[in-house]
């Protein structure tokens, strides 16, 4: 199984500043074939199913934030958000769907300081 | 627009069979592949297993001698089968379509327990 380990595992951030997070994964989940790296990031919120917000490793998906990117390739990635809102506030999973049996970072509580 | 919505049993007693199945609405159960996750309480996302329309599945092998998915097409649903639950089993249930999933439903909640 490819083990996705999150950095930190909780982070705080002041409003409009800026929040990173980290995802390594224990292999590659770059694909030669097609150049993608096969990781997402999901955000949840109590209560909530999982929202995806990137794809591909930095595709943001449609209606997402421009303040939220994706970085990174290989085994090392990272989730940005550039100027953190209160809504932001929410746990934050990498994903890989590189091969099964697909699996997530232990994930990020994400809070306003 | 297509929504997902998971149907079932919020009680399932040790040693016995969970069932759950995910009605697709709005949408066919034949253009995308369908997973299944779960998340126990206050803990992170485990990948159960997908299944496509064509009955091809792939499960996480951590349960792969107790789970078994299905697909209905004439119902356009598709089913999760756990046998022989524990405490361990007890977890929010959610179904999504595709990978990486970018629609799922809002989850259902099961519980393990005498």
């Known amino acids: 199984d490819i083990v996705m380990t999150q950095s930190p595992d909780s982070l705080a951030v002041s409003l409009g500043e800026r929040a990173t997070i980290n995802c390594k994964s224990s292999q590659s989940v770059l694909y030669s074939s097609d150049n993608k790296n096969y990781v997402a990031w999901y955000q949840q919120k109590p209560g909530q199913p999982p929202k995806l917000l990137i794809y591909w490793a930095s595709t943001r998906k449609s209606g997402v934030p421009d303040r939220f990117s994706g970085s990174g390739s290989g085994t090392d990635f990272t989730l940005t958000i550039s100027s953190l809102q209160a809504e932001d506030v929410a746990v934050y999973y990498c994903h890989q769907y590189y091969s099964t049996p697909y699996t997530f970072g232990q994930g990020t509580w994400l809070e306003i300081k | 627009q297509v929504q997902v919505q998971e149907s079932g049993p919020g009680l399932v007693k040790p040693s016995e069979t969970l069932s759950l199945t995910c009605t697709v609405s709005g949408g066919s159960i034949t253009t995308s592949y369908w997973n299944w996750f779960r998340q126990p309480p206050g803990k992170g996302l485990e990948w159960i297993g997908y299944?496509?329309?064509?009955?091809?599945?792939d499960y996480n092998p951590s349960l792969k001698s107790r789970v078994t998915l299905s697909a209905d097409m004439s119902k356009n649903q598709f089913s999760l089968k756990l046998t022989s639950v524990t405490d361990a089993d007890t977890a929010v249930y959610y179904c999504?379509?595709?990978?990486?999933?970018?629609?799922w439903g809002q989850g259902t909640m099961v519980t393990v327990s005498s």
């Open positions: 299944v496509y329309y064509t009955g091809r599945t």
């Open positions: 999504a379509r595709d990978t990486p999933g970018e629609l």
